[in-house]
């Protein structure tokens, strides 16, 4: 191995695992839920995904985050039992590995890679717009805010923005912490705000008084939708598995990141509750105006909702959303940076990946790398199409079942000699990971029926075939062929020389 640090993690110490030189000893379990908050990225989130999310099923919208919701915290509850005995960056790549053998292994890690690189450049080009809006608001100058479609304004500024959160997360998660902490904060405090000033607003545009049918997955009109809504919820929880990957940095390995992972899926969906329901409440869901059922809200529901909620104020969430998505660029670096360094370190990607710098201990050419990464795809996708960019951030929730629910049933799979020995195994090692990883990939195959229909996304298609659907199976079948390379090139990982199977 080409690291300074080789020690055995103590669970796994038949299992070929090793510290990989990461700063040690580096957050707790506030520092680590700051971070995975940001990764999800609440404000920038909900802008995006509320609007599309009622298109589907109306006023049902609090339901459909619940049930997006709880595979996710099943999912985490299984994430948390595979840390706790083998507490390792790798995450999804190293616990598939663990329990199924180096190809799924190789593949879990490969879409936890994809969606992260595609979802960097997405939350780079957001960051983008609502710098220049907020520039435009600042100065009372409305022309500045269009200057974001220009693509020779836009791209380079693009570019700095990922270069700058490049910077940060190449310091170390001490510099990304004490970045993310005033950013995660401030957006948190002003998705509240807006909240309160919905339900307390005297001129509510269409009020929509809560009820609880509201909150009844059963009144969702069809299956189509409803799993439309759900792929679209699971979307707007991802992010807590970075928690996970900053393991081998926290102050207690094995304990921390599970906690942490559980604590930040409870706290969004109090936040989203909150925020969805004052979005309901004010603004209905109506077609038309600002109804929230508006096509031409769904964009930003945000950026048309904040003037008339919150007046003067509506700066805020202006600020709110950049900070957003500028915290999420980076913290959402984390955990790509981790997974490939892991791979490298494993030797399933060249072992020029897992170098550590040694001054700030963070995974150097992995982070690069990622960026990189991030940035050449938003490069291209934007330059060829806006809509085939778009589409590919709709077949992110396809990876994203993929990943965590193949990680998920590697618990069930790992755990399987001790899973009736108490009652917790059976809640937590058995039945929770087992319902939340089944879940997910029916949700994986039911996406990839329906993203088959052009109609499924911007309405772009090659051949009659969607263009979600092309580019979402495109990028795990791109994964497949970089894999099969790579057992060519590094043949030591897929013999189970450097992680070994768990019989």
Known sequence: MSNDVQREHPPGSDSGLHEKG??????????????????????????????????????????????????????????????????????????????????????????????TVIVLSNLAAVAVDFFYLLIAQLTGQEWIAELTRNLWINIPTTLVFVAAATWISYRGLNATKAFQYVLVGFQVAVLLLFAIMCFTNPEPFDRTPITLEMFNPAAVESFTAFAAGVSLSIFIFWGWDVTLTMNEETTDPEKVPGRAATLTVLIIIALYMAVSLGVIYYAGIGTEGLGAGNPENQESIFAVLSGPVMGPLAILMSLAILSS????????????????????????????????????????????????????????????????????????????????????????????????????????????????????????????????????????????????????????????????????KHPAFFRGETIKTKR
């Open 22 to 115: 990461l700063s040690k000893g580096t957050v707790g379990v506030l520092g680590t839920v700051v971070i995975g908050i940001s990764c999800i990225a609440p404000a920038y989130t909900l802008t995006a995904a509320l609007g599309p999310t009622v298109a589907e099923v109306g006023t049902n919208l609090p339901a459909i985050f619940l049930a997006g919701f709880l595979p996710m915290l099943l999912v985490a509850l299984g994430y948390r039992e595979l840390n706790n005995v083998m507490p390792d960056s790798g995450t999804s790549f190293t616990w598939a590995t663990r329990a199924f053998g180096p190809l799924i292994g190789w593949m879990g890690g490969w879409g936890l890679i994809a969606a």
């Open 325 to 488: 998505s500028a915290a999420s660029l980076q913290s959402t670096l984390v955990s790509p940076a981790r997974t490939i360094l892991s791979m490298g370190y494993y030797k399933a990607l060249p072992e020029k990946y897992a170098r550590i710098s040694p001054r700030f201990m963070s995974p150097s050419v992995a982070t690069v790398t990622a960026a990189v990464a991030a940035a050449g795809f938003y490069v291209v996708t934007r330059i060829l199409s806006e809509n085939a960019l778009w589409d590919t951030i709709t077949a992110l929730g396809m990876m994203i079942c993929f990943y965590y629910g193949l990680t998920a049933l590697a618990c069930v799979w790992y755990f399987r000699t001790e899973l009736f020995d108490s009652v917790r195994n059976i809640l937590f090692k058995f039945l929770a990971p087992l319902i939340g990883g089944v879940v997910l990939l029916v949700m994986f195959v039911r996406t990839c029926i329906d993203s088959m229909d052009p109609a499924y996304g911007s309405g772009s298609s090659i051949g009659g075939v969607g263009m979600v659907f092309i580019l979402g199976v495109g990028v795990l079948a791109l994964g497949v062929v970089i894999m099969l390379v790579m057992r060519v």
